[in-house]
């Protein structure tokens, strides 16, 4: 059954762009996928990646699925991948370029050096190009929720992906010839604040720390490193497993303004106690503010 399924959502996708345009030329009843893409400004291509990744029963049928499309992604010439493709804040290496035609459509390419990111890269180039800066714009990133999508990520990657479409949209705007502001806002003009810098994650403790750190200290950075490898000797004769025992957490967070070093380690091993108290025996913490070096 979980095949039959997957080849369906292949299939899906493949002729998405056809699907969804008869649905809205034809069809006077304004249906679900219709009113979804109205109130996320989706474009027809990533309204049917919606409505396809809705179907999928389970987190590890919708990542198939995003390795399926990092299998029909197209090759990104050398050339382009340069800083200024460079997506930040993403856990893997990501380029996005783009170009525009005569009558103002915007055209996409990408490329990471990890397959499941090349998926999401193939997700927002395909759903994104041959459409205009204003439609571009438009899209809120809140579709990712929508599709279920953001459930079958780690942190780190579901913060890459909004830097992703961020990016994308500071191309779109600035081959439309619209300026393109400096500051905190340029990076994603839809979204305050920007999504922040995420490194780290991609194990359960490490992804559970992450998250919480994400939605209490509303942080621009977040940067965790395993060291439990380190101390793998030293966790055994404690009866501690192998792995997801020692990290490194920096955070960058306004929220530590006015605090002193101490009571924000204090706040920091409030927040992870559930952690702190199972696997985790040792957290190395840095945590400042914006304004400090």
């Known amino acids: 059954m979980p095949v039959a399924l997957h080849c369906c959502l292949v299939v899906a996708l493949a002729v998405a762009p056809t699907r969804v345009a008869h649905a809205r030329v034809g069809g006077r009843v304004a249906h679900a996928g219709m009113l979804m893409s109205a109130s996320l400004g989706l474009t027809p291509e990533l309204e049917q990646v919606v409505e396809v990744f809705k179907m999928v029963p389970d987190q590890k049928l919708r990542y198939q699925q995003l390795l399926f499309l990092a299998q029909k ?23 996005v370029h783009a170009t525009a035609d005569s009558s103002g459509n915007i055209f996409y390419t990408g490329d990471s050096d990890a397959m499941l990111t090349k998926g999401l890269v193939v997700l927002l180039t395909d759903g994104l190009s041959g459409h205009t800066a204003d439609e571009i714009l438009a899209v809120d990133p809140k579709f990712i929720q929508e599709a279920g ?23 779109a705007k600035a ?16 979204a305050s604040p920007p999504a922040p810098v995420v ?50 957490l920096e955070v960058v967070s306004d929220v530590f303004s006015g605090l002193s070093l101490v009571q924000r380690h204090q706040l920091i091993y409030a927040l992870l106690a559930e952690e702190m108290a199972g696997s985790v025996h040792a957290l190395q913490i840095t945590a400042r503010t914006t304004a400090e070096p």
């Open 149 to 171: 999508i953001a459930a079958s990520l780690t942190p780190g990657r579901n913060n890459g992906l909004l830097n992703m479409l961020a990016l994308m949209k500071q191309k």
């Open 175 to 190: 081959l439309a010839g619209v300026a393109v502001p400096s500051g905190p806002s340029a990076a994603n003009p839809s």
């Open 73 to 95: 992604a197209k090759p990104m010439d050398a050339v382009l991948k340069v800083p200024e493709n460079k997506v930040p804040g993403c856990l893997s290496t990501v380029f």
């Open 199 to 248: 490194e780290g994650g991609g194990a359960p403790v490490a992804d559970s720390i992450i998250g919480k750190v994400l939605a209490k200290l509303k942080p621009t950075t977040v940067r965790l490193r395993d060291n439990s490898a380190q101390h793998a000797g030293h966790a055994g004769r404690e009866g501690l497993a192998a792995s997801e025992t020692h990290f490194a």
